[in-house]
């Protein structure tokens, strides 16, 4: 089992910046890709951002690409998201996802998720 912890959410202005943090413990070592999705009120749920946790590589989607940044601390077991130039529509409750195989935005493949953290932007 994988236990995921969020941290880092809050309010912003637009044009500011947050740092999210997603803390993994337990049976770390399973994981294979990790990701941020976000889910604004009366809208589905969307993947955002994903890091293949052993090349490193990641994606994000067009609507924050140039803004988000995903990266990882493989030492702390930590991912994080950095977000610039936040929008109001960047409003939503973050969550941090893990997945023991493949890489991909399908929410039903991941096996793990945190609690969420909200995010808050204000124009």
């Known amino acids: 089992q994988v236990q995921l912890v969020e941290s880092g959410g809050g309010s912003a202005q637009a044009g500011g910046s947050l740092r999210l943090s997603c803390t993994a413990s337990g049976d770390t070592i399973s994981i294979y890709c990790m990701a941020w999705f976000r889910q604004a009120p009366g809208k589905e749920r969307e993947g955002v951002a994903l890091?293949?946790?052993?090349?490193?590589?990641?994606y994000v989607v067009d609507s924050v690409e140039g803004r988000f940044t995903i990266s990882q601390d493989n030492a702390k077991n930590r991912v994080y998201l950095q977000m610039n130039s936040l929008k109001p529509e960047d409003t939503a409750m973050y969550y941090c996802a893990a997945r023991r195989t493949g890489c991909n935005r399908r929410i039903d493949e991941y096996n793990y998720w945190g609690q969420g953290t909200q995010v808050t932007v204000s124009s």
């Open positions: 890091i293949n946790t052993g090349r490193g590589s990641t």
